[in-house]
């Protein structure tokens, strides 16, 4: 079956500070990955997706970016976090070429930027 | 463009009661509709799913929704509701190309009361 890792589950850093979170997918080949922010009281905001490795697509202008440097690894980092980063980050999955597929998750990282 | 709203921030039911989440979406053609629930601090967890054909879908945990093409609405219900059913719960409209783009609205809080 498949598994969606994502870490760490929470993380406070600093304003200024740089930010790196990873996601793997298990159990799935070629998959399709997203990172969404949720942010408190609110619905899922999709910032990244990617349909390969090294294909990223942005969906809203930030202080983000995405990156992934295997088949089934998604990484979100920043180089400067700031205070309005914070939120629940989310990665999730769907199988590629199936335009139907719906989405499975991982369970989120809570970051707060003090 | 695609969008999703739900009218109810929050809902609250006695255990045991029935339930009716609301959904109304805005796509141009044959949307792809999602329901999925989040426990506090967790992923989000696919209840059901309508791609075409019975308007009514069944789904995990006893729920259900119906397609209301008229009305634009993908409204979830369950009979009766247990006290582990409180939790977030998101409609989700998807793009015929790729679902996992989908757009979700901000979410529907259920309480439930013993």
């Known amino acids: 079956s498949q598994t969606i890792h994502q870490w760490p589950a929470t993380l406070v850093q600093p304003v200024g500070s740089p930010l790196s979170l990873e996601c793997t997918v298990e159990?799935?080949?070629?998959?399709?990955l997203y990172w969404y922010r949720q942010a408190a009281g609110r619905g899922l905001q999709l910032l990244f997706y990617?349909?390969?490795?090294g294909q990223i697509s942005s969906e809203v202008p930030q202080n983000l970016s995405a990156s992934r440097p295997q088949d089934r690894q998604f990484i979100l980092s920043s180089k400067k976090l700031l205070l309005s980063d914070s939120g629940f980050y989310l990665c999730?999955?769907?199988?590629w070429g199936v335009g139907n597929s719906p989405l499975h998750f991982g369970n989120g990282t809570r970051l707060t930027v003090t | 463009a695609q969008s999703v709203t739900q009218p109810d921030i929050h809902i609250t039911v006695s255990e045991g009661a029935s339930l009716e989440l609301r959904c109304n979406y805005s796509?141009?053609?044959?949307?792809?509709l999602f329901w999925y629930v989040q426990s506090p601090g967790q992923g989000l967890q696919l209840l059901l799913k309508?791609?075409?054909?019975?308007?009514l879908v069944q789904g995990i945990k006893g729920f259900e929704a119906e397609f209301k093409r008229s009305q634009s609405s993908f409204n979830l219900r369950k009979p009766s509701v247990h006290w582990s059913d409180a939790a977030e719960y998101f409609c989700?409209?998807?793009?015929?190309?790729?679902?996992?783009?989908?757009?979700f609205g901000d979410g529907t809080t259920l309480t439930v009361k013993p």
């Open positions: 999730a999955w769907s199988v």
């Open positions: 796509y141009g053609a044959t949307p792809y």
């Open positions: 309508y791609f075409s054909g019975d308007t």
């Open positions: 989700a409209v998807g793009a015929p190309t790729n679902a996992g783009k989908s757009t």
């Open positions: 159990g799935t080949s070629n998959p399709n």
């Open positions: 990617s349909v390969g490795i």
